[in-house]
């Protein structure tokens, strides 16, 4: 089953988006399987940023993922690399759709609010930076079998 990393990052985290966040990805359907609140050190930014390097905003979109704590999630589900995309929205909030998550809650790109893989082969290697000690077996069980 297919698996993305979503990271809610420091904006998101102080205006206490967290939950409305969240609800959208879990009532959508998709199965949580890691879930952590961590402050993120220079050199974890670096490396999730890796390919950017070379660009103008590199500095500070590292001091921006450093700048407080960040809410690292992975989830699994049917095509939930690109649908998670949908979900948040394009990059720059000025070109999100109303209801994507840039859409709704942010304006800057440089405050984007949230993270998530965009193809299947980043989604491997930033669950394997980010989770590195694996993730939770989370497989759902019958309703009947909890009420
Ligand atoms: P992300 O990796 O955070 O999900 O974002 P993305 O794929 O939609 O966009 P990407 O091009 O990979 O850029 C990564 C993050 O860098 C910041 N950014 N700032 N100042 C700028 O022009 C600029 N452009 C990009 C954003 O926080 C973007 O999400």
């Not at 993120?40 to 590292?62: C, M, Q, W």
């Not at 809650?105 to 998530?116: A, D, L, P, S, T």
Request: hydrophobic share 40%.
């Amino acid at each position: 089953m297919e698996r993305t990393y979503i990271m809610i990052k420091p904006d998101g985290v102080q205006r206490n988006l967290i939950a409305p966040i969240l609800e959208r990805f879990l009532a959508k359907g998709y199965i949580l399987r890691g879930l952590k609140f961590l402050t993120v050190s220079k050199s974890l930014a670096e490396t999730h940023y890796a390919d950017l390097s070379s660009k103008p905003f590199f500095g500070a979109l590292v001091e921006y993922i450093t700048s407080g704590p960040v809410v690292a999630i992975a989830l699994e589900g049917k095509d939930v690399v690109a649908q998670g995309r949908k979900i948040i929205g394009a990059t720059n909030p000025a070109a999100s759709a109303p209801g994507t998550i840039r859409g709704d809650f942010c304006i800057e790109v440089g405050r984007n609010v949230i993270h998530g893989s965009d193809s299947v082969e980043s989604a491997e290697r930033e669950l394997g930076l980010w989770f590195p000690e694996g993730l939770v077996d989370n497989t759902p069980v019958l309703l009947s079998q909890i009420y």
